[in-house]
Each structure stands twice: as structure tokens, then as C-alpha cells.
């Protein structure tokens, strides 16, 4: 999987992670404030920081492939997690979501096996 790959495939998850975030009382409107308390102790922190600094107004082109590779996986976890709360059949589900799982699972572990190539700045992910 290329960059430009995975840079496609974290469309979906941008989207599906804040039509699932409740933004109605963030003060920040969904935009990660690492200097406010608010943001750091906020249950939706962790997903408000990655859209932050995943979102489609950042260069994502001039972040380093395990950079990416990263917000794929934590992606991944995300909509794992909402679509087994759902309660959906992955295997079988024909649900955008599902679908998007299916899809990005096969090429997530493809490139593991053969194009990861962990550095020591990267080694921390596993």
C-alpha cells in the first residue's frame, strides 16, 4: 500500500469518526487543544487529536508513511469498535463501515507483511 494509499482510505474514517463524536458542547467545535485541560481529560480526546491531526487540511502528503500507517491503525480500532457495539456481522454486513473494515483490514495487514519497515522512531507502535 502506498502513501497516497492510505491517504485515500482515511476518507472514510475522518467522516465516520466525527459524525460520531458529540461536538455540540466542545468548546473547540472538534479541533484537539492540547493546551486546554478540557481537551486533555475529555472522553473524546483521543479521537478529537487524531481528526485534528489527520484532518483533510493538513499535509498529509509530507507525513512520514509510519506516521500515516499509525492513524490507519488507530482508524481501524475506531471503527472496529462502533461497528461491534452495533452489534454487525463484519464478515458479512454490508454497511459502509463494514465494507470500509473489510477492505482496509486486507490492504492494513498486507502492507504490514511486506512494505513496514519499522525505524526506532516507529518501533513504539507495536
Known amino acids: 500500500m502506498t502513501k497516497v494509499r492510505i491517504i485515500e482510505v482515511l476518507n472514510f474514517p475522518r467522516k465516520f469518526v466525527r459524525d460520531n463524536m458529540d461536538l455540540v458542547n466542545c468548546k473547540h467545535a472538534g479541533n484537539f487543544a492540547d493546551e486546554d485541560s478540557t481537551c486533555v481529560h475529555c472522553d473524546q480526546g483521543p479521537e478529537c487529536e487524531w481528526l485534528y491531526s489527520n484532518d483533510e487540511f493538513i499535509a498529509l502528503t509530507d507525513k512520514p508513511v509510519e506516521e500515516l500507517a499509525g492513524a490507519l491503525e488507530f482508524a481501524l480500532g475506531f471503527v472496529e469498535a462502533q461497528v461491534s457495539f452495533w452489534n454487525h456481522k463484519r464478515s458479512k454486513c454490508p454497511c459502509e463501515a463494514c465494507n470500509w473494515l473489510r477492505e482496509t483490514q486486507r490492504l492494513f495487514d ?5 512494505d513496514w519497515r519499522p ?8
Open 110 to 114: 498486507k502492507f504490514m507483511e511486506t
Open 119 to 126: 525505524t526506532a522512531s516507529t518501533a513504539h507502535m507495536h
